[in-house]
């Protein structure tokens, strides 16, 4: 873990160079790191801290990066000279619910769409900063109120449309409208007017500053056709490297090269074929025959198993990007009642559940409600917030004082039952509830029911994993602000959280956001309005190594697709 969290506040640091050298002539002022909060001295300023303007300057253009991969990036992949033909086939854990990527931000479907659609920026090979991808510049007033960006010109959509400044604010629009079905219409709340300027230029208006504005501008927030919205369901239409081909339902899914991409010479392969195969068995089943070229593990232990068997298969173990939380409904009993809420964190041995599940030196740890690689928001003695420490008398007490002296039973337990890890989870925590009295029944779901039940409040819990963001606002926001439907569902309504995370959205202090943030998982600890369990690696990833110019991300995504080949 240690390992991990090192590196980690080194790509912090890193990011912050890169930002100031970046993105930093992109807007109308010279970027200043904020001071560092006292009791995180090693943790370095955010993407979006960086990103405030400190002292007026002259704008500048950012043009996009070389089409080419660096020698360093070359080295790092064992790549060499770029090789035209060939389908990557990857072994995928579950299918998409549908490919419309501003009406669902489920794994599943971004892993997928995130090499159909682009957006107007998006983050460079190691994730430590934002560059150009649509758009090709902005500029940033000096109140930070007002974005310009400049359109690259001749990009064409899958349906051989040019995309135009239009689709740029339709696509915008949408996503900003609760109405459409977004689910990221409140990344942009603060979004007063989109106009276009020019054929070539959009303007956005924001009502205040927002810290996190502009990482919410890359593929996951895509720019795609207006005449398409209807049908993006089932007939994606991006601008990105790869375009859809054919789903055969919970079997593949088939993506071919888009011969117009304007990053040209890119991509390299002919297609990419996403296998459905589900469970870890066959997935590792699939590698060791070669029938996929490459995949993932939930399970560590697995994985290094996997790697120590198989010669020429190139190993990436992840960061601890991942969080298991159950979310409980306060709309219904008991759960209305914070003592019952409360007994069932006292219930958990945190430290013996990760270590039972998955163990401290494969990157395992005691959560909170921030990711544990966003070391400059995650800090401090996890332990140490309200009702984490096991108290199993405690426990009891406030069970009978919220009138429930003989026990009471949760006849739901909502959990993926493709992820055995969730599964192994569940069944020791429903030991652990028994020994105070909370009785629980486990329900194994597919993993969109589960998903579904997490986001709209169906039932009394429900465990899903939550993956590592570019910025804690994007999960914290939706989740606890008393105007998002997420905690609508889930009867969340507190003025106190949600001046918290107004402050970690708006203030351009990056200690301050610290700060912030750090209240909110005490907060979110104290009244239990989710149970973290722990935090560990989202996916172990490996491929064979003749896929070339291939390199993991600290998120897990693949959306570097474009930029890989083979060489067999």
């Known amino acids: 873990m240690l390992r991990f969290s090192g590196w980690r506040s080194l790509i912090w640091l890193i990011s912050a160079f890169v930002l100031v050298g970046l993105l930093g002539a992109c807007s109308s002022a010279s970027p200043a790191p904020s001071a560092q909060p006292p009791s995180a001295p090693q943790a370095q300023p955010t993407q979006a801290a960086v990103q405030k303007p400190a002292q007026p300057a002259p704008a500048q253009a950012t043009t996009a990066p070389a089409a080419q991969p660096t020698q360093a990036q070359a080295k790092a992949s064992g790549a060499g000279t770029p090789k035209k033909g060939g389908t990557l086939i990857i072994g995928q854990d579950f299918p998409p619910q549908h490919f419309d990527p501003h009406k669902s931000n489920a794994w599943a479907n971004t892993n997928i769409t995130e090499s159909i659609y682009e957006g107007l920026l998006r983050w460079n090979d190691k ?99 207006k005449e398409a919205f209807a ?12 375009k859809l081909e054919k789903y055969t339902l919970n079997q593949s899914v088939m993506l071919v090269r888009n011969a117009d991409y304007w990053d040209q010479p890119k991509p390299y392969l002919d297609a990419v074929e996403f296998k459905i195969l589900g469970d870890e068995a066959s997935k590792e089943a699939a590698l060791r025959s070669k029938s996929v070229d490459m995949t993932w593990f939930r399970d560590p232990r697995q994985a290094e198993n996997v790697s120590k068997a198989l010669q020429g298969v190139v190993s990436a173990p992840g960061i601890p990007s991942r969080f298991i939380n159950i979310r409980l409904n306060m709309c219904q009993k008991p ?44 800090k401090g003695d996890t332990m140490a917030l309200p009702y984490y420490k096991q108290d199993v008398a405690q426990a009891k007490k406030l069970l009978a004082d919220a009138g429930y002296a003989n026990g009471v039973d949760i006849e739901a337990y909502k959990v993926v039952a493709a992820n055995q890890l969730d599964v192994d989870a569940a069944q020791v925590l429903k030991e652990m509830w028994n020994q105070v009295g909370i009785r629980v029944t486990i329900q194994p779901l597919e993993a969109a029911q589960a998903i579904k039940d997490y986001n709209e409040g169906g039932g ?109």
């Open 460 to 568: 009394k819990m429900a465990q899903v994993g939550q993956v590592w963001q570019s910025d804690p606002d994007g999960f914290l926001y939706n989740s606890f602000h008393s105007s998002s439907p997420q905690a609508k569902a889930f009867c969340v309504n507190d003025p106190e959280m949600d001046k918290l995370l107004e402050q970690g959205r708006s203030d351009p202090d990056a200690a301050k956001r610290a700060d912030a943030y750090q209240k909110i998982q005490e907060r979110v600890a104290d009244q239990v309005y989710n149970i973290v369990l722990y935090g560990y690696p989202l996916r172990w990833e490996m491929w064979w190594d003749y896929v070339k110019g291939y390199q993991n991300k600290p998120s897990n995504t693949r959306w570097n697709l474009r930029q890989s080949w083979l060489e067999k």
């Open 231 to 242: 049908e993006l369901e089932t007939k994606p239409v991006g601008t990105g490297p790869f």
């Open 335 to 378: 759960f209305d009642d914070v003592k019952v809420r409360r007994a069932l964190s006292l219930a958990i041995d945190r430290k013996g559940l990760v270590e039972t599940v998955i163990p401290s030196k494969y990157g395992g740890s005691v959560g909170a409600i921030v990711a544990p690689s966003d070391r400059f928001f995650w």
């Open 127 to 225: 994730e430590t900063a934002l560059e150009p991808q649509l758009a090709t510049s902005y500029t940033m007033s000096p109140d930070g109120l007002t974005y310009t960006f400049k359109i690259r010109q001749g990009v064409k959509f899958h349906n051989g449309r040019v995309m135009t400044a239009d689709d740029v604010k339709a696509s915008l629009d949408r996503m900003r409208d609760s109405k459409s079905g977004s689910v990221v219409f409140n990344d942009f709340k603060d979004v007063t007017a989109v106009d276009i300027v020019d054929p070539e230029t959009v303007k956005i208006t924001l009502g205040k500053p927002v810290a996190t504005f502009l990482n919410n501008l890359t593929e996951t927030r895509p720019i795609v056709p």
